[in-house]
């Protein structure tokens, strides 16, 4: 991003609280962001995710720009020369509330201003250690709303100090009246509205939404980690659903999102290695293996056979009814066990010939 494209794009946010441990416990618990130590200054720190810093935080009592803006949500747009960008806010009614202030290790220049209408907003030159232009703001911040006694008014002031133009409005009724969206070219940066009589002073007129996977959860989180759902959750034009809450220190801010967390897409094809391993049918001819060792027991079983030849058509068809029944292993394990009485049988008379058929061994003569 050139030096001029960085006009009138969003570069960086702050929280600004009372909060000793800088949103770490509330943002932590409904949004999983961690403080992180600022190496530039031991009075600042940042809040970020696994994919690094988010923002800036600032305490209450021990920040002077802090103490002058209050607690907020304070979003910093880019300028190419903030002393130019400076002169036009005060030429147009605005005023500086916080003066230059150098960004350490060639990080640039920033100041906070106050427009016409009170809403507080930064500005930022971007400065040679970001070769003089900066990425926009990652997310989580997706979307800047704006609250004006006269928002028409109030876009003018920003079109003149950002180049943001109006693209389009909605009509939304009620207290609401038109809404309209801003940005630059055709990309929708921002909505604004007439700021309701019912909205209190301290009721921020800059309001960030942070991008959530279930606005439905945190909502619920924040409630959890000590928040105050002041708003919603609702659905909104697009698909998408917002909840307007109150931190934990009394700092408002919108989640924005889908309704509830989606379900994993991943559960789906995690059925798909079960439908591979189907060729492990193919192991089936291992059942018919073990039946291929019956025509080794023949030598076994024909010395014991023959006296009993008379009775050779009437064992086998009982060993292959019994076969059938059973698996060939159990009928060779019984067919042994059986065996034994059968080499008792011959010591005696041959009347009792009949119980030396009984012994169901005849499955080896099943391989002639």
């Keep these: 991003m050139s030096s001029s494209e960085v006009l009138g794009q969003y570069l960086w946010h702050e929280l600004l609280t009372t909060d000793p441990q800088a949103g770490a416990g509330f943002y932590g618990k409904v949004l999983g962001w961690s403080r992180i130590p600022y190496e530039g200054d031991a009075g600042y720190s940042m809040l970020g995710n696994a994919h690094g ?15 002058k803006a209050g607690p907020n949500w304070l979003t910093y747009v880019g300028v190419p020369d903030l002393t130019a960008a400076l002169a036009a806010v005060q030429a147009r009614g605005g005023r500086v509330l916080h003066p230059v202030t150098a960004v350490p290790g ?53 079109q003149a100090i950002f180049g943001w133009d109006v693209v389009a409005t909605h009509e939304m009724g009620g207290n609401v009246g038109t809404y309209y969206l801003f940005g630059k070219g055709t990309r929708q940066m921002g909505g604004a509205f007439i700021r309701g009589k019912d909205l209190p002073p301290t009721w921020p ?16 989180a924040a409630v959890a980690a000590g928040g105050k759902v002041l708003n919603g959750p609702h659905q909104v034009p697009g698909g998408n659903w917002i909840a307007q809450v109150v931190d934990s220190h009394g700092v408002p801010v919108a989640l924005h999102g889908p309704k509830d967390v989606a379900k994993p897409a991943t559960a789906k094809p995690a059925a798909k290695p079960v439908a591979a391993a189907k060729p492990a049918v193919a192991a ?23 006296p009993k030849a008379k009775v050779k058509a009437k064992a086998k068809t009982r060993v292959k009814a019994k076969a059938k029944a ?43």
């Design 53 to 67: 810093p988010i923002g800036g935080a600032r305490v209450l009592g021990q920040d002077p720009l802090a103490d």
């Design 106 to 158: 060639n990080g640039g220049r920033y100041a906070v201003i106050a427009d016409p209408q009170g809403a507080i907003i930064g500005l930022y030159e971007p400065g040679a250690m970001a070769g003089g232009s900066a990425a926009p703001a990652p997310e989580p911040v997706v979307w800047h709303e704006l609250t004006a006694e006269d928002p028409q008014a109030a876009l003018q002031f920003y």
């Design 205 to 220: 007129r800059w309001l960030v939404y942070l991008a959530v996977p279930g606005v439905t959860a945190a909502a619920a």
């Design 284 to 306: 089936k001819p291992k059942t018919s293996t073990p039946a291929k060792p019956k025509p080794k027991a023949k030598p076994k079983a024909k010395p014991k056979a023959k």
């Design 326 to 368: 059973s698996k060939a292993p159990k009928a060779k394990s019984a067919a042994r066990r059986k065996a034994k009485p059968a080499v008792k049988s011959k010591t005696r008379a041959k009347p009792k010939s009949k119980r030396a058929v009984k012994p169901k061994r005849k499955p080896p003569r099943r391989g002639k």
